[in-house]
């Protein structure tokens, strides 16, 4: 059975607490730790879920208080911030359009 949600903030409760277990906080023992990688990947999984650009993804994040606290971010990032975490992201195998691990030997997402 199949459970979607039209909730914005259940979507993002859900993204980031299955990001934060598969994903490690930060990319690199020097990132600048402002934001986690599940944190991004939640606020990428927003951009599709409302299907927005960069900047109206950060608009909404700043308009939208409770969306913040579901996410745990106090502020809200630059939109290059999103772009250059969803190519980070991307190159990794990640996306926030995937479903589930794909069954194969390189451990890729299917999408």
Known sequence: MSRTTKS???FAKATLETAQRVLPDYSSPFSPRKFTQPQLLAMLA?????KLDY???VERLAEW???REVLGIKRVPEFTTLIHAEKRLLKKGWSPNCSAPASSA???WAC
């Open 8 to 10: 914005a903030t259940e």
């Open 46 to 50: 927003l951009r599709q879920f409302f």
């Open 55 to 57: 900047r109206g993804t």
């Open 65 to 67: 208080k409770e969306l």
């Open 106 to 108: 390189h451990g890729k």
